[in-house]
Every structure is written in C-alpha cells, then in structure tokens.
T-cell receptor
Framework: GIQVEQSPPDLILQEGANSTLRCNFS?????LQWFHQNPWGQLINLFY???GTKQNGRLSATTVATERYSLLYISSSQTTDSGVYFC???????????????FGKGTKLSVIP | NAGVTQTPKFQVLKTGQSMTLQCAQD?????MSWYRQDPGMGLRLIHY???????DQGEVPNGYNVSRSTTEDFPLRLLSAAPSQTSVYFC???????????FGSGTRLTVV
C-alpha cells in the first residue's frame, strides 16, 4: 500500500517562530489532508490539498503531486499550535485502499512561551 | 450544523461485553468510516460505507460490525470486547473520494 513519511517527528519552537513540516508519499494520490490533533485528542481538518497551495491565516500548505510531497507552513507560532500534525492521503486505485485515508506517523509540535 | 457527533466520549468495558459506538453526521455525506488510533500504529480503517445500505471492511475489521440504515448514522458494534480493542475510535465522513474528511471528536475505549 501507499507509504506516508512525515518529518521531523518532533519539533520544539519558541513562540513566534516559523516552521515547515514535510509529508512524503510513495504513490499517486487523489486526496491529501493535513490534520491537527490537539492535546485533547480532537482531529481538526486544516487543509484539503491534493495539489497546489492554500492559506488560512498563519497556516499555509503546498502539495507538489508530481514530486509526491506536501509542506505545511506555520508562521508566528502560538502555544495553541501545540499538538500532533498528521498528513493523510488516499490512493485513486480501486478497492478498500481507495476509500482509506493512510496517515503518516505525525509531527509532534511543542510551542513554548 | 453539528458536523460529526460521536457518543460516548469515554467507555470502560469488561472482557466479553458488547457495546455500540454511535456516529451521526448532519452534512448529508455519503462516505462514512471508522478508524482506530493506537500508539505507534497511527490511524487504521476498521469499516467504511459509501452510502445507505452499503458497507465494507477496512484494514482491521475483526471483532467489529457495522450497518448503515440511514445516510446520517453509522454505528460500530463490538461483539465481544477484548483488551486488544482498547483504543481511541474516530468516525469520519465525506462527500466522496475527492473531498476532505471531517472527523468526530473520538471515543476513548478501555477493555479490562
């Protein structure tokens, strides 16, 4: 099945700093999402971005589907940004795999005041 | 618009007991699915549905049943709980394959 690798696995930032999280995937995808899992365990959808660039406030994301990677940018980080960031992809091929979101292991972000 | 609602938020079961985890969405999404999240394993698909009356197995279906009698509801049944089913369970829904998924807030299940 499709493989998803996220880097770095852990990241500690001073409040106000910027960061870039990376997601590499092993095959073609027709769906890519970035999620933030907050310290209470909720999975918050940040971006649906199978290709191109999107921005939402201090967060932006870019997916280069032809090169099989996506980047999540966090600018002017705040303590509320802490948590785990997941990249999840879906294959366009038939079968159960085409309905399944395959998640990376995540990047654990800690923003300290 | 409540999104995806899961109940209960927490549950403790004894080995061998059965229970149903509820999931409801009010966005008229056709796709619904159940995932479990375990430390070091990430999120894995249990069962999914592409519409009312249609369900299929995901990556880890053993020990679980589902049904989809309405577009809105997709309950997950544990037939005979085992300690290996201790996990956090998430329900998710989407308009379709090329749309983003919305996740519920999760159910933390402990089987003792």
């Amino acid at each position: 099945g499709i493989q998803v690798e996220q880097s770095p696995p852990d990241l500690i930032l001073q409040e106000g700093a910027n960061s870039t999280l990376r997601c590499n995937f092993s095959d073609s995808v027709n769906n890519l999402q970035w999620f933030h899992q907050n310290p209470w365990g909720q999975l918050i959808n940040l971006f649906y971005i199978p290709s191109g660039t999107k921005q939402n406030g201090r967060l932006s994301a870019t997916t280069v589907a032809t090169e099989r990677y996506s980047l999540l940018y966090i600018s002017s980080s705040q303590t509320t940004d802490s948590g785990v960031y997941f990249c999840a992809v879906r294959s366009p091929y038939s079968g159960a795999g085409s309905y399944q979101l395959t998640f990376g292991k995540g990047t654990k972000l800690s923003v300290i005041p | 618009n409540a999104g995806v609602t899961q109940t209960p938020k927490f549950q403790v079961l004894k080995t061998g007991q059965s229970m149903t985890l509820q999931c409801a969405q009010d966005m008229n999404h056709e796709y619904m699915s159940w995932y479990r999240q375990d430390p070091g394993m990430g999120l894995r698909l249990i069962h999914y549905s592409v519409g009312a009356g249609i369900t299929d197995q995901g990556e880890v279906p053993n020990g679980y049943n589902v049904s989809r009698s309405t577009t809105e509801d997709f309950p997950l049944r544990l037939l005979s709980a085992a300690p290996s089913q201790t996990s956090v369970y998430f329900c998710a829904s989407s308009y379709g394959q090329t749309y983003g998924y919305t996740f519920g807030s999760g159910t933390r299940l402990t089987v003792v």
